[in-house]
């Protein structure tokens, strides 16, 4: 039986398994997709944003908070990127800056350092900042992180310290017991005393399986990005307009931890959960908004678009709640913007508030809180890499030019807990095909070192999914 | 750290050409930078017919093709650095790379000869809407994939982009057995040479759409089905045209962009028309003692131009290293009307040592046109052409003797005659 089964390999979830990870719990993570981190996870502005923006009294504020504090120390513990590169609201106009004292006063009673820069002050640090923008607020603190990394990292560490994660495995049911709950997947069912639903964009779904009226409707929203090349750097700082009530953040530009620059989202209500295609009334919302704050942002030197779908709902506030008369089932629901930069804030509420209602929560001393970390080639030293490349030839042979990412970086992150299984995984934790020809020489290359150490063909090697094959057939001799 | 008359980053055809050539001028101490296992670059996946026509005067497959220089370059005991990958390039001609065998290396030269070949432009530079599953491959992978390591990658397959690598790979792929139900072209003219069209599309009734692109792709895990439109004068789908083809592959086909992250970075200075650096009549670039050649320069339509540029710039490099002289004020040589570009872009009438070729291409399909050479505001001579299109790269001469008398700069232009 396990103590905790966690629903959902998303943010939320990883960094959830990781905290339990280090007390004497027994913990499963199931996740319906081939890899982690393959939902909003995988696709939003990668912000851990300081919390000035939420409404206050919400449980956004409250954890965004907590979590922008929380992150830091757990980017360290697991070597993971984070990067602080500020965040300029742009206030164009008297109406705007208004809105920028109320934001100012927030930050001020959440202890969250700020300041404000003329127009000529922001200029001087962003030439491209648009001559509509009269004011400039700066979240100097704001961060970007990585993601998927993050994510991956808190499975590794959670997998180290002896939780299981369930890949390909969706929740088709959840009994009722009088002790605890049976969750099925089409492998196995879990015998868990508590569960935690962070099922993202299916969170709904999730709870319907065991609340007739959970109270709560997800209502994803999509939103759409260009990828700039990272030649182009049209900004320093992560440039916001000034947020509203009704259209959210807006359009941003946000300088990646890896130097490629993110313009958008746009944010559309869907239908299907899982369409995460791009659209060109989408795409032309972006362009038309980001000329608002910015000037001349290089769009031709776009690698790639992408979509990604915010797990909304029709509630304002992060839904995370112990579902009512379930002992121990404990929806995280509506996990949108401040998700990331929320997610070790939400963790520790869950666990502090929640769970330890229900279940003994005891510290591990034992437990692992660091990582082996990963060889990352390209941020060696010299002599670093020569003593590397000496003892293992295969960090000697890159892959990926554009991301100058060896075969041993492959290799290694393969046999990771945790580990890759399809090219898009690989492109997840070490980077081929992230750049400028988007894995047009590596794929190849990628696909064979996958079939090699997984022991499989490479007919049978995936991008993504487990049904997305890139091979078709053998060649006719 | 190790010094050597020169480095040349790249060995594929015009790696290849332009170490032999360096050793042919008597340029001993060199050195070839290949990130590949085997010389020959993307030559060595082009397994169809039609290399060397102009360099041997006999058809050649790819890798039969390579082999001649890789044979060359054996016979001249051309060091050749195999699966060893450029990381950098300074202005201050050093250069740092990554083997299993040497490590972390950074060495020195005199020259350097920048032949890194190109890239194919990826989906996300275009706009294509939908979804992004398996089954989206550029033409140069799915090739790499047939030809290189034995595996078809899909039996229904439509394709972007009248590029020539997607118009071999559509005739490649129908005699492996796949369907291939067309190519769209968002041009109203192909982009692909001629003799591609007539042998790879129309010799196997594959019908090509001009004025068409594909404006969205369906499937969740695996390509299930593409949206295709026509689209106006302003490249803008019209609304109304959607057609739908049920097809499992997609290859994009849709331009080539030379690779020139390490140029960039070096800070040499780029000419956007071609994005690869500017290169003067001895193709130096703006960075003295860096030189550059083949598709890491411009896309050129066939390799033996590339072999011949090549050959060009290490002469250029080993007169560089032999006489390192003042070469006067160069002129510029300009693209004039209907003329994307311009290779080289200048000369030096005060060293007017050779005589000097120029590559360009025309912007639009012409029947006929009149090639204006002028410098200033005469007209130096004039030439008669047939049959231009974009895809084939037109070349014209300018003799020692005109590039030595020039006084002002020069611009070459394609005046269209149209019949009455």
Request: with cysteine.
């Amino acid at each position: 039986m396990y103590d905790v089964v966690i629903i959902g390999a998303g943010i939320t979830g990883t960094v959830l398994a990781r905290d339990l990870s280090h007390c004497h719990l027994r913990v499963a993570v199931i996740e319906k997709e081939n890899d982690i981190a393959d939902g909003a996870t995988m696709a939003n502005s990668a912000i851990v944003h300081t919390g000035y923006d939420p409404e206050p009294g919400t449980l956004k504020a409250k954890l965004n908070v907590e979590g922008a504090r929380l992150w830091p120390k757990m980017c360290e513990e697991l070597g993971l990127h984070y990067k602080t590169v500020g965040a300029y609201i742009a206030a164009c106009g008297k109406e705007e800056e208004d809105h920028l004292d109320v934001l100012a006063k927030r930050a001020q009673e959440r202890e969250i350092p700020y300041r404000f820069l003329s127009r000529q002050e922001a200029k001087k640090e962003e030439p491209n900042l648009s001559d509509n923008v009269t004011k400039v607020l700066d979240f100097y603190t704001t961060a970007v992180i990585y993601p998927w990394e993050a994510a991956c990292a808190c499975m590794e560490n959670a997998i180290e310290n002896g939780a299981d994660l369930f890949l390909n495995s969706e929740c088709t049911g959840i009994e009722v017991l009088e002790q605890g709950y049976l969750v099925h997947t089409p492998q196995k069912d879990l015998l868990a005393r508590t569960v935690v639903n962070a099922a993202g964009v299916y969170a709904d779904h999730i709870a319907k399986m065991v609340q007739k009226d959970p109270g709560f409707v997800m209502r994803p929203r999509r939103g759409e990005y260009y990828v700039l090349d990272q030649d182009a750097q049209p900004v320093k700082h992560i440039i916001f307009p000034v947020p509203s009530a009704a259209k959210g953040k807006g359009v941003l530009a946000v300088p990646t931890v890896y130097g490629n620059t993110l313009i958008g989202p746009n944010s559309d209500y869907i239908d299907d959960p899982d369409d995460n295609g791009t659209s060109s009334d989408g795409l032309a919302y972006v362009r038309t908004n980001i000329s608002k704050t910015l000037n001349s942002i290089p769009l031709n030197r776009s690698i790639r678009t992408f979509s990604g779908v915010r797990p909304a709902s029709d509630h304002a506030d992060f839904i995370i709640e112990e579902a009512e008369g379930l002992p121990g089932f404990i929806n995280a629901a509506s996990i949108e913007s401040p998700g990331l930069a929320s997610a070790p804030g939400i963790s520790r509420y869950i666990i502090d508030e929640l769970l330890s209602k229900r279940i003994e929560i005891v510290p591990d001393k034992e437990a692992k809180r660091t990582r082996k970390a990963p060889v990352v080639l390209s941020e060696l030293s010299e002599e670093e890499r020569n003593r590397m490349i000496k003892e293992n030839p295969s960090y000697g042979r890159i892959i990926c030019r554009c991301e100058q990412v060896s075969e041993g970086e492959i290799i290694d992150c393969i046999h990771r807990p945790c580990g890759a299984i399809s090219v898009k995984g690989v492109k997840k934790r070490v980077r081929p095909g992230m750049g400028r020809c988007q894995g047009g020489f590596c794929e190849p290359l990628v696909l064979n070192i996958l079939a090699r150490e997984l022991g499989i063909s490479p007919l049978e090697v995936v991008l993504d999914s487990q049904k997305s094959v890139i091979l078709e057939s053998e060649n006719r001799k | 750290m190790r010094h050597y008359q020169a480095v040349i980053i790249g060995g594929g055809s015009a790696g290849l050409s332009a170490a032999v050539t360096l050793k042919e001028n008597g340029i001993e101490d060199i050195v070839v930078l290949e990130k590949d296992c085997e010389p020959g670059g993307i030559l060595e996946q082009c397994i169809h017919n039609g290399f060397g026509l102009q360099t041997f005067k006999e058809q050649l497959s790819g890798p039969a093709y390579a082999e001649r220089y890789v044979k060359m370059a054996e016979k001249l005991n051309v060091d050749i650095r195999l699966n060893t990958m450029v990381t950098e390039l300074h202005p201050d001609k050093t250069v740092r790379y990554i083997s299993s065998a040497e490590g972390d290396v950074t060495i020195s030269a005199d020259a350097i000869i920048l032949a890194v070949g190109c890239y194919e432009r990826a989906r996300g530079a275009i706009n294509i809407m939908g979804t992004r599953p398996a089954g989206i491959y550029t033409a140069g992978q799915a090739q790499r994939y047939l030809n290189i390591e034995g595996y078809m990658v899909g039996k229904k397959v439509f394709i972007l982009g009248s590029g020539d690598i997607g118009l071999i790979m559509a005739r490649r792929m129908t005699l492996e057995g796949a369907k291939v139900y067309g190519v769209a072209e968002i041009m109203p003219y192909s982009n692909g040479l001629p003799r591609n069209i007539r042998q790879c599309l129309e010799d196997f009734n594959i019908p090509l759409y001009l004025s068409h692109t594909v404006t969205r792709t369906f499937g969740k895990d695996r390509l299930e089905k593409i949206e295709l439109m026509q689209v106006d004068e302003k490249m803008n789908p019209i609304p109304g045209t959607e057609q739908y083809f049920d097809v499992d592959t997609l290859l994009l086909s849709v331009g080539l962009i030379p690779e020139n992250h390490l140029a960039e970075e070096a800070g040499i200075r780029m000419d956007p028309a071609i994005r690869g650096p500017k290169v003067d009549d001895s193709y130096m670039t703006e960075t003295e003692g860096i030189f550059a050649c083949g598709n890491g320069l411009h896309v050129h339509d066939l390799v033996d131009f590339v072999s011949l540029q090549a050959k060009r710039a290490a002469e250029g490099a080993a007169r560089y290293l032999k006489e390192k002289k003042d070469r006067g004020t160069p002129l510029a040589v300009k693209p004039g009307e209907n003329v994307s570009y311009m290779v080289p872009s200048c000369v030096h009438p005060e060293d007017a040592n050779a005589n000097v070729e120029f590559f360009f291409r025309v912007r639009k399909p012409m029947d006929k046109a009149v090639v204006e050479i002028r410098s200033g505001e005469t007209l130096l001579r004039t030439m008669n052409r047939k049959k231009l299109m974009p895809s084939e790269m037109e070349r014209v001469i300018l003799t020692a003797k005109e590039i030595a008398a020039l006084k002002e700069d020069v611009t070459i232009s394609m005046r269209e005659v149209t019949e009455e």
